[in-house]
Nanobody, 117 residues
Framework: QVQLVESGGGLVQPGESLRLSCAASGFAFNVYPMTWVRQAPGKGFEWVSTIRDDGSRIIYADSVKGRFTISRDNGKNTLYLQMNSLKPEDTAVYYC??????????RGQGTQVTVST
């Protein structure tokens, strides 16, 4: 079955960086588009970014464009999210999921990112 395990979250100050990872197993990772979504306290899920199966197309939410970079290593079955210039409003639980854009599904358990002084 699909298993997605996120890691790399933590507590950072505004302006700092974090790199999230998502280890995938139980499915053919290299043929699926992959997505990052997040959920801030008391709010619904927000789509963050998607990368196609071969990395040929990448899209970002306007709120993270220019600061976040999604990537994948199909040889390692791993998805990444490099987050730079973090802001307090980026505070959320970050999840990786299968699917493209808002049509995501089968998310992992998530990793907490807190941006605070």
């Amino acid at each position: 079955q699909v298993q997605l395990v996120e890691s790399g979250g933590g507590l950072v100050q505004p302006g700092e960086s974090l790199r999230l990872s998502c280890a995938a197993s139980g499915f053919a990772f290299n043929v699926y588009p992959m997505t990052w979504v997040r959920q801030a306290p008391g709010k619904g899920f927000e789509w963050v970014s998607t990368i196609r199966d071969d990395g040929s197309r990448i899209i970002y939410a306007d709120s993270v464009k220019g600061r976040f970079t999604i990537s994948r290593d199909n040889g390692k079955n791993t998805l990444y999210l490099q987050m730079n210039s973090l802001k307090p409003e980026d505070t959320a639980v970050y999840y990786c999921a299968l699917g493209y854009g808002s049509n995501w599904y089968d998310r992992g358990q998530g990793t907490q990112v807190t941006v605070s002084t």
